[in-house]
């Protein structure tokens, strides 16, 4: 009877975890991918997927998210430019899915040993210095496609299985000494507010060393993106620009795209944060390097452009030596940045037709100095 209650014991453990990350799977990686509200589609001629969503180094993320969750590196749906482009023809025709494969029998769910004879740590479960496993991440492996040649056919997403480990420890569960555990959570956008707040406390303490401050920033900032609150992100954001670290340039290229939107009062800053971005724009390179660096120069072109339109307003209410003085100010700044955009575009073999109608715009009809 005592083997039977413990089977029984272990079996309902088992359902309760992986229904748990099963709920929280689906939570992360949402089915709809593309801005048209398509679970598919194609940007700048690479597929965009529920499947496809990886980072540089092959890590999946979730489908909606826009940075790489460990180093800020661009995802393929980040740019708030891109625009689904239409499929070709050959590619209209009717994807066959394959049925699911079949979910593992309870009989093959067994927990593992988390430690061997010899005291080494299981692969699925890390635990801390005091030996209290913390929560286990699984990422479901990328489904292959079918073979066939008219269309690609995506297989379904198998619901991952998620093995049964401890829970941790209260200390852990409302504070912040476990990076890792703090890490899993940002992932999923589901810090607590306890964690939070004791995140904050420690961001904020005098006698926390700088390295810690910048890495918890991090977890702060993964949080909020993954929650989707972007007006805690902007908070977030500008202060650990501010007080933390400068040099990521994908940080700084989200940051002044969602400033772009906010009005022309933020137009000084996005050019700030572009021109912070463009001083680091070495850390990137190949296409990821062409992409982000067209879009900081169009960023702070059309910052500009805003002041110029705005200082050009000012002057038909009150004509003034100041305003006077701001337009041509504000003018010569996007003559100069359009210039700037126009020449990488030619550099980099990308369409220059809004940078020059931008540039002999803001010169007044001066050809000469925008060929």
Not at 33 to 50: R, T
Not at 182 to 211: F, P
Not at 216 to 242: F, I
Not at 310 to 323: H, V, Y
């Amino acid at each position: 009877m005592k083997k039977v209650f413990v089977v029984l014991g272990l079996t309902a453990l088992v359902g309760s975890v992986a229904w748990a990350a099963s709920s929280q799977y689906s939570a992360s990686f949402s089915s709809i991918v593309c801005s048209d509200g398509w679970a598919g589609c194609i940007i700048d001629g690479d597929e965009i997927h529920v499947g496809a969503v990886t980072d540089s180094k092959g890590v999946f993320h979730p489908a909606n998210a826009r940075v790489s969750f460990f180093d800020f590196g661009t995802l393929p749906g980040f740019s708030p430019f891109a625009l689904p482009e239409e499929y070709p023809e050959r590619q209209r025709t009717v994807a066959v899915v394959e049925e699911p494969a079949q979910e593992p029998s309870q009989e093959t769910i067994k927990p593992k040993n988390t430690t061997s004879n010899s005291g080494s740590t299981s692969n699925k479960v890390k635990t801390s210095g005091s030996g209290t496993p913390n929560k286990t991440i699984v990422v479901p492996e990328p489904s292959q496609p079918a073979q066939e040649p008219s269309a690609p056919v995506e297989e379904p997403v198998v619901e991952p299985v998620v093995e049964p480990v401890a829970e941790p420890s209260a200390e852990d569960e409302g504070g912040c000494t476990d990076l890792f555990l703090l890490e899993a959570s940002a992932m999923s956008g589901s810090l607590n507010s306890d964690q939070k707040t004791c995140i904050e406390s420690r961001v904020t303490q005098s006698g926390v060393l700088l390295t810690e401050k910048r890495k918890l920033s991090v977890v702060l900032l993964n949080d909020a993106q993954n929650a989707q609150n972007w007006t805690e992100w902007e908070r977030l954001a500008n202060r650990h620009l501010q007080h933390f670290d400068q040099s990521d340039p994908t940080l700084c290229l989200l940051y002044a795209a969602r400033l772009s939107k906010k009005g022309v009062s933020y137009s000084p800053q996005v050019i700030k944060w572009s021109e912070t971005a463009l001083e680091n724009k070495t850390q990137w390179s190949g296409d990821e390097y062409k992409k982000n660096v067209s879009m900081l120069y169009n960023l702070r072109a059309n910052a500009a452009r805003k002041l110029w339109e705005d200082a050009e307003k000012s002057l038909m209410a009150e004509r003034s030596d100041a305003n006077v003085a701001k337009v041509e100010k504000f003018r010569g700044q996007t003559k100069n940045f359009a210039r700037e955009w126009l020449d990488y575009a030619r550099l980099a073999g990308q369409p220059i037709k809004t940078p020059q109608s931008l540039c002999v715009s803001a010169t007044q009809g001066d050809l000469d100095f925008c060929k």
